[in-house]
């Protein structure tokens, strides 16, 4: 059965910083493209950054430069150094293979960035 478990989540003050995990158990880590997703209460889960199995990262525009997605396949955990984090990056954080059939979701970390 797989599991996906979100963690590192909290209350930060703007431009601070937190580091996110995820570990993955049930499956195979190592064959797919991670994902770090977001969401708000309200709207739709939005892709914010993913890493291949060959390392290519892709990040969407609002992190590039912030945010660094990393792997270890050994540890079946997935990473999101997440720095001078803003009020707008408030939200339910959630890792998933980047597919068009994802894993079934964990329950996600909650990061808040409030002064």
């Known amino acids: 059965q797989v599991q996906l478990v979100e963690s590192g989540g909290g209350l930060v003050q703007p431009g601070g910083s937190l580091r996110l995990s995820c570990t993955a158990s049930?499956?195979?880590?190592?064959?797919?493209?991670w994902a770090w997703y977001r969401q708000i209460p309200g709207k739709e889960r939005e892709w914010v950054a993913s890493?291949?199995?060959?390392?290519?990262?892709t990040y969407t525009d609002s992190v590039q430069d912030r945010f660094t997605i990393s792997r270890d396949n050994a540890k079946s955990t997935a990473y999101l150094q997440m720095n001078d984090l803003k009020p707008e990056d408030t939200a339910v954080y959630y890792c998933n293979r980047l597919s068009w059939s994802p894993f079934s979701w964990g329950q996600g970390t909650q990061v808040t960035v409030s002064s």
């Open positions: 890493i291949s199995r060959g390392g290519a990262i």
């Open positions: 049930g499956i195979d880590f190592s064959p797919w493209t």
